[in-house]
């Protein structure tokens, strides 16, 4: 008889609870921004090492050097008569961990202002919870006797560096059959909603507008400058101008990162930093075309902040829960960093960890659940490839023609895919993940 799951979820958090605090608490006081989460990376594959052989530790995957793939396969001694999984080919979850900090939260109180890293979006909550769920999964399959994969994922750079489009470039999301995790807010406007299963992120992109004027002394030679700082001011009056003229489903944000060095000298240099999403890719296009001209730096390849699990989501049937913690600002925020620092966010993060465990269990050992999940996530990637094609006049592409695009784009899919491993629907799914459809 099947032990009671929610016992067997609750019971294998607990065992790891105070480990699990101490890997939340060291990536917490120690924020390390994008690319550079040596101590939360080591803090994790420590850990798990530290367990024994249950578990695969991979440091360093997929040649990024602050991710990590954490593995734990079960296969039953003798294959349990209601399995509805193969042995051979059993199926597989992830979960994924976020642990990197934004570079520049304000220091309170200080005169003039001063920034330092700090988890001002709570991704050591976020790593806490998928660590949870992992190890509570695992124990489940073994309890059940049941054959799965359990995967955890270290995900980097999550704060604008798009450390997830890198993964599925690199192929870390192949053969998973849903992707997992959860991510901290300040309280929900319903004070009865504790947390919600699914968010939408939408489409992110990061524009720099860099301007170069000539320097001269403004007290005795002002006519001989030419003030890049004026100009900057121009845009950036001009794109809030253009903010009244803009669908409710869009935003632009933006800020000017450097206007000059004395006030007594004109400024030959100046940098104006905007965010730009739109819940469309195909929106965020036109929209940036608005801003930008031609003589403009490139647009960043990587999207913005929004959420690089939304990428993740075109490649694998993939959701990102939410859950408060009792801040009083919203993220992003230095009362919101002190908010993700304390117990009973860490109890909250734990909390929903059950409820991500219970969820891939589901998909991990009913073959109906699963096939429920991979007809869905088809449906939604042939109505956004069919979008796609509406909003770009273009037609679908050819078997041949999406192999040809795998090959160029994401190399190691392209075998897979004339295999008939990964279907039509997964690649073009990949191939809208890496920026590199439609054609």
């Known amino acids: 008889m099947k032990m009671d799951t929610k016992a067997i979820i609750e019971r294998a958090i607990e065992i790891h609870r105070t480990n699990i605090k101490r890997i939340n608490d060291g990536i917490w ?62 199926p597989t979850i992830a979960f994924n961990a976020e642990y990197d900090a934004l570079a520049k939260i304000l220091v309170e109180g200080s005169n003039p202002p001063e920034y330092k890293p700090g988890h001002a979006c709570g991704h050591n909550l976020i790593c806490s919870a998928s660590v949870a769920a992992f190890i509570a999964t695992w124990e489940a399959l073994r309890a059940w006797n049941f054959p799965g994969t359990v995967k955890l994922i270290g995900t980097p750079a999550e704060e604008g560096g798009g450390g997830k489009i890198k993964l599925l470039r690199a192929g870390a999301y192949i053969g998973v059959d849903a992707c997992l995790m959860a991510h901290p807010g300040p309280p929900f406007s319903d004070p009865n909603v504790l947390s919600v299963a699914f968010t939408r992120s939408t489409a992110s992109q990061k524009v720099i507008a860099e301007f170069v004027g000539v320097s001269a002394h403004a007290g005795m030679a002002p006519w001989l400058g030419r003030n890049a700082l004026d100009a900057c001011i121009t845009s950036y009056t001009n794109v809030s ?169 994401i190399p190691h899919l392209r075998p897979t895919y004339e295999a008939g491993v990964v279907s039509t629907h997964e690649a073009i799914g990949a191939l809208m993940a890496a920026d590199a459809f439609p054609f």
Request: with cysteine; net charge negative.
């Open 29 to 90: 006081s120690h924020p390390e921004p994008a690319w550079k989460e040596k101590t939360a990376h080591d803090l994790v594959c420590d850990y798990f090492e530290s367990l024994g052989p249950d578990y695969k530790v991979t440091r360093h995957a997929y040649n990024i050097e602050t991710s990590f793939l954490i593995q734990a396969t079960y296969i039953p001694p003798v294959a349990s008569s209601s399995s509805e999984a193969s042995c051979i080919n059993p």
């Open 241 to 409: 101008a253009l903010r009244q003229q803009l669908h409710p489903s869009t935003r632009v944000a933006g800020i000017i990162t450097h206007g000059g060095t004395a006030a007594n000298i004109i400024p030959d240099y100046a940098r104006a930093e905007y965010t730009i999403r739109a819940t469309k890719k195909k929106d965020l296009e036109d929209l940036c075309k608005k801003i930008t001209v031609y003589h403009l730096p490139e647009i960043s390849d990587d999207p913005g902040s929004a959420s690089d699990q939304g990428n993740v989501s075109y490649s694998v049937p993939a959701m990102q829960a939410a859950f408060q913690i009792m801040s009083e600002s919203v993220n992003h925020t230095p009362d919101f960093m002190r908010a993700a620092g304390t117990e009973d966010a860490f109890n909250r993060a734990l909390n929903v960890a059950k409820g991500l465990a219970g969820a891939g269990l589901n998909v991990l050992t009913n073959a109906t659940i699963r096939k429920a999940v991979k007809d869905a996530y088809d449906r939604d990637i042939t109505e956004k490839a069919q979008a796609h094609i509406r909003d770009y006049s273009t037609e679908l592409p050819s078997r041949d023609r999406i192999a040809q695009m795998l090959e160029s784009s």
